[in-house]
């Protein structure tokens, strides 16, 4: 868990403005599609949600598999990117 | 030095002749050694303060004066405390606040007099009746006569949260002229009328029972049968009462979430009762209460009959005889045995009106005490309770006694039937029970606050989140009630660390880590049996004599215990066991015309918002209260000589070790108990306890708090 992939990088460098879902760490096509489908298009919303569970990691996985699937990988990826991006932007 | 006796004497001076608020103003802002005899004067600040006129301001300043830690045991040059004082000049309210905050009515002067003698040499009565009646528990004149009523408030079904509440509505009209008839021939009367009623009802409802727990195929046409049955026989029981009945109001808020309990509103019998008892309160009808608390033999005789059927009878019965064992000639607590049996009854009536209902479509396992019912993330909590008002004019106390009972449903079953696990429950309801059975988003953040944990915002979003997580938090109670205790007083109930935490005596310590001596208690019995058959020898002389007046209490902390008879059927013995003894803070003797005078105590100081006494046993009730929650306060051993329940208290202590309790001192041994070496004095209360916990369990727990909490 030590190294972050390159996604998770990007995603943490700068201020996240209107991107997609699938920008996200651990968030691919396939997610993403889910996402989408479930209202939450841009990166901001899942943040959103991501704020709301008081960055509770354990909730926003438990969210993230409920809406669309992710597996436990996916689902960390995601809430480690969310939560840098936090330290870094908010 | 010098400053600090100048701050004295200007204290002096304000509460000689300033307001309670410059007083008030002045402590806050400076820091006064308080507890020092001012020289010249040769009294400390809460000695001047208790004597001081006019009394209202005397009571003002006494308290805030202990609120700032005032010393009530702070001896003069004469060895004058403050309590002496407000003995002497009959300060009753600041005496009491005094000895609630530790001070000892029974220390002596230089002259050699206590509190107790300058109220009788100044005549200060209304002083000593406290004294007496309060403070002294020693005296059990035997006729003493009850000093409190207790009467049933109402009984609370709940899911966490109100979901229904009935209260008994009595007629005042019937009231005024009836009270001897309905104490007796009405209810002889009706019992005999009804015996016949109710007995068809119990068996459907171990039917049914039984039907859950082997989940067998006929399932429904035997339910639906039973619900039919049902709603006839309680509408007969209610329509031929005559004089009470039980206002039904279900709380709105609640009523359209919760699907199932609100169907239950709508079935004839419910809406039947309701509309009667709007349009017609003055034509009310016998409670079904009222009709059992009467030791009559139809009651029993109806209960036994239930108990013979299934089951469930065992447990049943077990408590039927917990409850006939202490019927003894006292009118009182007879009343209070009978009501908590009918009680039940009544739960098992509402039971089956629910069941009765929802069993067409779904399957429910239990709706009642502490067993959960799971569907799609969601989770149905149902408990009930009933809350008696337990008030003591003479002393103007009232405490609310909230009793969460223990259902016979979920009791363990003897024989071939497994109890029901929660995780079976999950897997026969998941499927059935209809959607919108929920937790609004108030209840649902107010249970986990409860449990230790703070949510957000609770939205569509997040709301099965949260309910997930609710589900896991209250799958393992356990480590709830850890992380509870820890938070709280830094006490933890883990199996391990006990020894280190409490310093129980040897005996409970093993007892704790090995659940094999539940097995042989014979040993335990014979002790047990010498102890008290010497107390039945009526030639020996006993201290306080022979009246059969008096019973142990154990008081628990609820938050440690967390409503362990509800829980006990689905954890092994062991556990309970261990939960039990951890949550013990205080064991002492009791005289039947004031069951709960200990709390006395504790009630004075919390009416003037004190949050701190020096009384290690206050202090704890006190911290109790704060959060929410009443004492649990287990009366055992009921009816037995003074010396004997010392006797009992004693044992006890020495069990579980003074320095675990709260307790000041360890007790007084009497008769050959007395003679015995340590060891066996502490078998002999660890087999005690181990009864008490057997008591406690099929009891149910109870609640004891101030009816201005919450």
């Known amino acids: 868990m030590s190294s972050t992939s390159q996604k998770h990088r990007n995603f943490v460098a700068e201020p996240m403005g209107e991107k ?29 949600q991501f704020l709301v569970l008081k960055k509770d990691k354990e909730l926003f996985q438990e969210w993230l598999k409920d809406t669309c699937n992710a597996n436990s990988k996916q689902s960390a990826d995601c809430y480690q990117c969310l939560k840098d991006w936090c330290d870094e932007f908010l | 030095m010098g400053t600090a006796y100048k701050e004295l004497f200007k204290l002096y001076d304000i509460i000689q002749n300033g307001t309670e608020r410059s007083l008030e103003s002045f402590l806050k802002e400076t820091p006064v050694q308080i507890n020092q005899i001012i020289p010249c004067k040769g009294i400390g600040l809460l000695h001047l303060a208790v004597g001081i006129e006019p009394e209202e301001k005397s009571k003002k300043c006494t308290e ?49 007099h206590s509190a107790f003698d300058y109220a009788t040499r100044e005549e200060q009565w209304e002083v000593f009746d406290y004294l007496h009646n309060v403070v002294d528990l020693t005296d059990d004149a035997p006729g003493h006569k009850c000093a409190y009523t207790l009467d049933l408030e109402r009984v609370l079904l709940t899911t966490d949260q109100v979901v229904a509440e009935y209260g008994p509505i009595i007629d005042e009209n019937q009231q005024e002229n009836a009270p001897a008839v309905r104490k007796s021939e009405l209810i002889n009367e009706w019992c005999e009328r009804n015996s016949l009623a109710i007995n068809k009802l119990y068996p459907t409802i171990i039917s049914e029972t039984y039907l859950i727990d082997n989940e067998s195929a006929p399932w429904k046409s035997t339910c639906l049968n039973f619900s039919d049955n ?106 209070l045995d009978n009501v908590l049996a009918v009680v039940q009854n009544k739960t098992n009536e509402w039971l089956c009106t629910s069941k009765g209902d929802v069993a067409g479509n779904t399957r429910r396992s239990s709706a009642s005490s502490g067993v959960s019912t799971y569907s799609g993330g ?16 003479e002393e103007d106390v009232v405490l609310i006694e909230k009793r969460l009972l223990v259902s016979p449903v979920i009791l363990p079953l003897d024989g071939d039937l497994e109890p029901i696990t929660p995780d079976h429950t999950i897997v026969s309801v998941a499927s059935s029970l209809p959607a919108s059975v929920q937790y609004d988003d108030n ?54 660390n006990i020894g280190q935490k409490k310093s129980y005596s040897i005996e409970i310590s093993k007892s704790l880590r090995n659940a094999d001596w539940m097995n042989d208690l014979s040993s335990y019995v014979d002790l047990e049996n010498k102890a008290r058959t010497d107390f039945s020898d009526s030639n020996k002389k006993w201290r306080e004599g022979t009246a059969k007046t008096s019973f142990t209490y154990l008081l628990l902390d609820p938050r440690l215990t967390d409503n362990l008879p509800a829980k006990s059927s689905k954890q092994d013995k062991h556990t309970s066991w261990v ?27 919390w009416k003037k918002d004190f949050k701190t006494s020096k009384d290690k046993k206050v202090q704890h009730i006190l911290d109790i209260w704060s959060d929410k929650v009443g004492v649990v306060c287990l009366h055992v051993f009921q009816n037995v000589i003074p010396a004997e329940a010392y006797t009992n208290e004693a044992a006890m202590i020495d069990a579980l070790g003074v320095n675990s309790l709260k307790n000041l ?39 004891l708090r101030p009816d201005d909490l919450d």
């Open chain 2, 378 to 393: 969601s989770i149905v909590l149902a408990n009930v309770q009933e809350e008696y008002k337990y008030e003591d004019r």
């Open chain 2, 230 to 335: 049902v709603t006839l026989d309680l509408t007969k029981d209610r329509i031929s009462d005559t004089n009470t009945s039980f206002k039904s109001c279900i709380s709105n808020k609640l009523s359209d979430v919760i699907s199932g309990v609100h169907r239950l509103e709508m079935t004839p019998d419910e809406t039947r009762q309701s509309s009667e008892a709007n349009s017609n309160v003055m034509n009310q009808r016998i409670s079904v209460y009222e009709n059992f608390s009467l030791p009559g033999s139809p009651n029993n005789i109806t209960h036994k009959n239930y108990n013979t059927k299934t089951s469930l009878k065992k447990q049943r019965n077990k408590n039927l005889n917990t409850n006939t064992s202490s019927l003894i000639s006292n009118e009182c607590s007879q009343e």
């Open chain 2, 64 to 112: 805030l004066l202990l609120k700032h830690g005032g010393d009530p045991n702070l001896c003069n040059d004469d060895g004058v405390t403050p309590v002496h004082i407000a003995a002497i000049w009959g300060r009753v309210e600041n005496l009491k606040l005094l000895i609630g905050c530790g001070g000892d009515p029974g220390q002596r002067d230089l002259d050699g």
């Open chain 2, 665 to 703: 001192k360890v007790g007084n041994y009497y008769g050959v108990a007395a003679s015995w070496p340590m060891k066996e004095r502490r078998m002999l209360g660890q087999y005690l306890l181990y009864k008490a916990m057997l008591i406690f369990l099929s009891e149910g727990e109870r609640q």
């Open chain 1, 20 to 48: 997609p879902v699938t920008e996200l760490a651990g968030v691919g096509e396939v997610l993403g599609k889910r996402l989408e489908t479930a209202g939450f298009d841009k990166a901001y919303t899942v943040l959103g």
């Open chain 2, 443 to 496: 209840t649902l953040r107010a249970e986990l606050l409860r449990l230790g944990f703070t949510p957000g915002p609770i939205q569509d979003t997040t709301r099965n989140l949260y309910l997930k997580k609710l589900q896991a938090l209250k799958k393992n109670p356990r480590d709830d009630v850890e992380e509870l205790c820890e938070n709280l007083q830094g006490l933890s109930v883990n199996n391990n």
């Open chain 2, 579 to 605: 939960t039990f003894v951890n949550s013990i803070f205080y064991v002492g003797k009791g005289k039947r015309s004031r069951p709960y005078s200990h709390l006395y105590q504790a009630l004075t100081l």
